[in-house]
């Protein structure tokens, strides 16, 4: 197979592949208000019940500092107990109603939240579900699991919260500024004269925490990144076979320590500034008691009106402050919303066509045609294929052979359609496999690789992964084929053992002779067999191909292999060269000609 290119500088050095394009794109992707409020559109008539079950509580709640001017400048003073005994029913009701009213909101908002984040769970998941194996192949798997997991659960708090927060703290310092100016219009533009430096400040510390806040996500991807190649099987078996395990917890605490520095900063960052806006908040009420003892307003205002301003004014600032807030966190969650919504903006490179052609797999007798394919690998100075041309008559055995690097793997791989050839197509039963859904391409080819991935969890579960309604019976005749039935039948718990984290249970001719049972138990028309046997021993390889010389009747094979004795067999040989058809024909034909395969036969 030709291998994906690497990057390289302007002296023509490679540097490896570039892992962090993701991340340094979403530095750059900008998030619209309206694109995020589309989120919650589905949920509409909820929201539209929590808005109005705010204001009410809103409205209710203003009441209470109305109540108490009546009890100090009318109850109190007149000893009127009847009076005072209402007014206090009154706060008590009020107090209970908004607390009833608080308990709904709390429920229906969070309820629509967690919905929203569940979407956009599923959304990226789904997106990534679609996209082709050059995606996975440039992109760390720790950054993929970043995305979803710590900048969707990152955002939590603002998808549950913030719209209520905003709509609960809007009304409240509306409602409140009426109320207070009802009481004294004076005093009200005491209390009112801080808003301006508010919202500035508050926009100086909401950039600087949204620029903080990408690069502690950056830094948690790459944590992660750590965490899978550190701790996966195969990368703690790396680490001990090459002596790099403290090197691998050094570069841990290093990415940790500065994510204790990214959260500190983030914590701290326009910390003063807003203290300093405290301090104001807090020094409004001073000012207002002395205003109020001021010879010129000195027996103007009473008590009673006073007490309620104040408290009017600390009901006021409370929702100021959670504005202010809501409007730091949502900025800096910009942030986090352009990492996802640049993932949900991954173009598909491979997708299902817009109208495809209706194939019934089972009805499928697997007649391959490569029509003047040719590929590409993004970034690459040369194609991996190059105009290939070939027929695989339906039910027969296609062998692909040649040095590595020639293409191989990678004619093997557009078959499936796990790429899409740059020029060219390739058709089966002379329909475009473009053409085809991918659902039933799937049914059509099976692939068993020589990279074998196992998932873990039972025998029998791997097996039924290829067919979610297959039979024990079915599960075990396909084990039989692959010449492993016996092996898994003498384990104490059978088809019910737990292979282990990728497999690692058994060996790896095992994992591969159950990855064979996994593929054939779909009864693929196509089998693409991409070094399948390559870690089998020499008696248990010629006992899985004697399997799949049997399997192979009426089903077309197309091998892959470096050992030439699995396909000396194969009713067409092809050798591949730097992407090229250097020469076909049978075993017996290519020797006589002493071209390349007898070469490589020598």
Known sequence: MAAPPTNRDTHGRGRGPKTVTAAEKAQAHEVSLRRIGRLFTPYKWQLTIVTAIIVASSLVGLASPFLLRAVIDKALPERNLQLLAWLVIAMVAVAAVSSGLGIIQTWISTKVGQHVMHGLRTSVFTHLQRQSIAFFTRTRTGEVQSRIQNDIGGMEAVVTSTATSIASNLTTAVGTSVAMVALSWRLSLISLVVMP???????????????????????????????????????????????????????????????????????????????????????????????????????????????????????????????????????????????????????????????????????????????????????????????????????????????????????????????????????????DIKDMRLADLAAIVGVVSQETYLLHTTVRENLRYAKAGATDAEIEQAARAAQIHELIASLPDGYDTMVGSRGHRFSGGEKQRIAIARTLLRDPRVLVLDEATSALDTETERAVQQAFDALAQGRTTITIAHRLSTVRDAGQIVVLDHGRVAEAGTHDSLLEGQGRYAALAA
């Open 197 to 431: 430096p508010a919202i500035y400040l508050t926009r100086k510390v909401a950039r600087m925490r949204r620029a903080i806040t990408s690069q502690q996500q950056r830094e948690l991807a790459g944590l992660n990144v750590t965490i899978e190649e550190g701790l996966s099987i195969n990368g703690i078996q790396l680490a001990k076979t090459m002596g790099t395990s403290a090197a691998l917890v050094e570069r841990f605490t290093a990415s940790s320590a500065r994510l204790i520095d990214l959260e500190l900063r983030s914590q701290l960052a326009g910390r003063w500034r807003m203290a300093s806006l405290s301090i104001i908040f807090a020094t409004i009420p001073a000012i207002i008691y002395l205003a109020a003892g001021l010879p010129v307003t000195a027996g103007t205002i009473s008590i009673g009106t006073l007490i309620a301003f104040t408290t009017l004014q600390s009901g006021l600032f409370r929702p100021i402050t959670g504005l202010l807030g809501t409007s730091v966190s949502v900025i800096s969650s910009l942030a986090l919303f352009a990492r996802i919504f640049e993932y949900l903006d991954l173009p598909v490179e491979v997708d299902d066509p817009a109208h495809p052609v209706r194939v019934d797999p089972a009805a499928v007798t697997g007649h391959v045609t490569f029509d003047a394919v040719s590929f590409t690998y993004p970034g690459a100075d040369r194609a991996a294929l190059d105009g290939i041309d070939l027929d695989v008559p339906a039910g027969s055995t296609l062998a692909l052979v040649g040095e590595t690097g020639s293409g191989k793997t990678t004619l093997g791989s557009l078959v499936a359609r796990l790429y899409d050839p740059t020029q060219g197509t390739i058709h089966i039963d002379g329909t």
